[in-house]
């Protein structure tokens, strides 16, 4: 998941300057996190509520005063997308008005992933039934939604078929299916960019209409081997590239909670069904957020593994450069029990780096809450209505088990975008840049000439969408030698974080400025993913937890972030939120 949709502005301005304003820090010559405890008044709060001030450069405990060349770039940054999208208000389709998904009509679409498989094997209900269930949500809600792109629904039938009559001849006992085939007949959804033998592998690209896996990618097939049964791929956005889920071959997927909003990306066709209850557990990958945005925005559960724990074969795009380093394959799903006995099916051979058997004590786990990215100009300010639920997580936190969460502020997270963009950027080992996305955009053929695509597109004649043809722009701008202070200000926040997480700790921050945006709209606010993909780039494992929905009925939620290979932190954390707020809504209750 990529962010195309960025201003050419000047290095003064993006570049190695960091803004020209690495000279101001939050706290003076301390080169340490801000740290004021978790506020309990309300004018505490409010302060907290408050930390950006005119343009977003004005913080709590220190003020970064813009050059006038700056302000005026910022200016005309604002001025130029602030018109834009008046146009874009103008021109675009009206609807007729919000629409809501049908309620659900099976008790077994209200059971978790985990419940089911104990419920097939010890018979009190067949695959069959569960699998049929699940397709007949699916047709029900995707002419709503467009989240399943292909399905495999005779096959998942004759596998849950097969499923059945392996329980009903099984001589060993209930525990030894448990034990060898954990999640046997339980349905699954798969992102379209894992291969799945037999489906197609596209990633919404025309040129790739035909391309259909041979093979299943590892942690699909480690799933499969687990008795999982597929019923589908799902949309994503163009290469994978953008927070929308939005192609030219596949077409554009519906939030559940409001058809009119984006479910995220680039896993947002599994969000979206996964939301909608047209599926229980589902696989994603991320890079820059494209597992925990749609979770968000469709109110499930997902993690992102650390790096380099679960396979990233077999995807598509592949990745080249440092890419490596930064994506994770995770699990998603809509009930927090799910996610621990997911995570250990997809691990497969490297299940030793994890502790994923070990209990977690809530109570001696260490808490930290970090309410915002500290104002970055192009960036939301993150609502008032997720600032309040952060800050109910961490009272709630405290009440239940008896600890104190503490409120820090890292300086270096208001360069998260660059920090992201840069590192993204980066040489393999061998000095190999990053595959140029243009090169993507063209295959199997030539390599797509992006201003002759932009061309195209305002002619309606591209194949591509705007927000992979401004991505493609954007790498024309790229300069070859990183920017020293943006990988100066990386390092200190790596050292910094690693050094507050440790192996006890756990930090909550937010998933996104704002609650799902209306479709189209991140076009106009391309920055506001620095929220999860500053993330990545520190190589952390996070847990998206859904916390209800807010005022316009809408999900609402938090990351829950840990120190490198303590993802079982994160994943016990969940489960008590999961308890504590209520975790997945249906989208079709009355």
């Known amino acids: 998941m990529v962010f195309p949709l960025v201003p050419t502005c000047p290095d003064s301005f993006f570049g190695a300057s960091g803004f020209t304003l690495q000279a101001h820090h939050l706290v003076s010559g301390s080169g340490l996190p801000v740290s004021h405890g978790h506020m309990k008044s309300s004018g505490e709060a409010a302060a907290v509520r408050s930390p950006t001030l005119r343009a977003g450069f004005a913080l709590r405990g220190g003020t970064m005063a813009l050059t006038r060349l700056e302000t005026l770039q910022l200016w005309l940054f604002k001025a130029v997308m602030g018109a834009l999208f008046l146009l874009f208000r103008l021109f675009s389709p009206r609807t007729g008005g919000r629409k809501k998904l049908p309620p659900l009509r099976s008790h077994l679409l209200e059971v978790s992933a985990t419940q089911l498989a104990q419920k097939i094997r010890r018979r009190e209900v067949s695959s069959v039934e569960v699998v049929q269930a699940y397709i007949d949500r699916i047709q029900e809600v995707n002419p709503f939604l467009n989240a399943v792109v292909k399905d495999r629904f005779a096959a998942a039938l004759q596998e849950a078929a097969q499923v059945d009559k392996l329980i009903e001849e099984e001589t060993g006992g209930e525990e030894v299916l448990e034990d060898r085939l954990p999640l046997l007949g339980v349905p699954l959804s798969v992102k379209e960019s894992f291969a799945l033998q037999g489906m197609p592998n596209t990633t919404g690209v025309i ?12 942690p699909v097939a480690l799933l499969k081997r687990a008795g999982a049964i597929p ?5 994503t956005s163009e290469l994978c590239m953008w927070c929308e889920s939005h192609n030219h071959l596949k077409g554009i997927t519906n939030n559940p909670y409001d058809l009119e909003r984006i479910p995220g990306g680039s896993s947002g066709g599994e969000g979206s069904i996964l939301g909608a209850a047209g599926a229980v557990i589902g696989i ?8 925990r945005m749609p979770c968000f925005f469709n109110g499930i559960f997902g993690h992102k593994t650390t790096p380099g724990v679960v396979s990233p074969e077999n995807q598509y795009p ?20 799910d996610l621990l006995p997911m995570l250990k099916i997809m691990v497969g051979p490297n299940a030793h780096m994890l502790s994923l058997n070990a209990k977690v004590d809530l109570k001696k786990l260490r808490f930290f809450t970090i309410p915002h990215d500290g104002g970055f100009a192009l960036t939301y300010p993150v609502s008032k209505e997720l600032l309040d639920i952060q800050r ?19 300086p270096e997270l208001r360069y998260s975008f660059k920090i992201w963009d840069t590192y993204m950027s980066l040489p393999d080992k061998e000095g190999k840049p990053p595959v140029p996305f243009a090169h993507l955009m063209g295959e199997p053929g030539r ?17 591509h969408t705007m927000a992979a043809i401004g991505l493609a722009l954007l790498e024309m701008t790229h300069v070859s030698k990183s920017p020293p202070f943006i990988i100066q200000q990386k390092e200190n926040l790596q050292r910094k974080v690693d050094e507050l997480l440790g192996t006890d700790g756990v930090f909550l921050y937010p998933s996104h400025p704002r609650v799902a ?11 506001d993913f620095a929220y999860t993909g500053i993330i990545n780039i520190l190589g952390l494992p996070v847990t998206q937890c859904p916390l209800g929905l807010g005022e316009e009925g809408l999900p609402l939620g938090v990351q829950v972030v840990g120190g490198k ?25 009355k």
């Open 318 to 337: 592949p990745f080249s450069g440092r890419h490596r380093e930064y994506v994770s394959t995770g699990p998603m799903c809509r009930y927090a029990e």
């Open 207 to 218: 040129s790739r209409q035909r391309v259909v896996a041979t093979v299943d990618a590892p």
């Open 447 to 463: 390599p797509v000439w992006p201003l002759w695509e932009l061309l195209k597109w305002m002619m309606g004649k591209s194949e």
């Open 231 to 235: 019923l589908g791929v799902t949309n």
């Open 284 to 291: 994603g990958s991320d890079i820059g957020g494209s597992i």
């Open 392 to 410: 109910k997580v961490a009272e709630r936190l405290e009440a239940d088990l008896g600890v104190k969460v503490e409120e820090v502020h890292f």
């Open 565 to 589: 290979l303590q993802d079982h932190l994160t994943l016990a954390v969940a489960l008590h939120l999961e308890k504590a707020f209520g975790g997945w809504r249906d989208p079709g209750a």
């Open 517 to 527: 945006p209306k479709h189209h709209h991140p076009l106009f606010r391309p920055f």
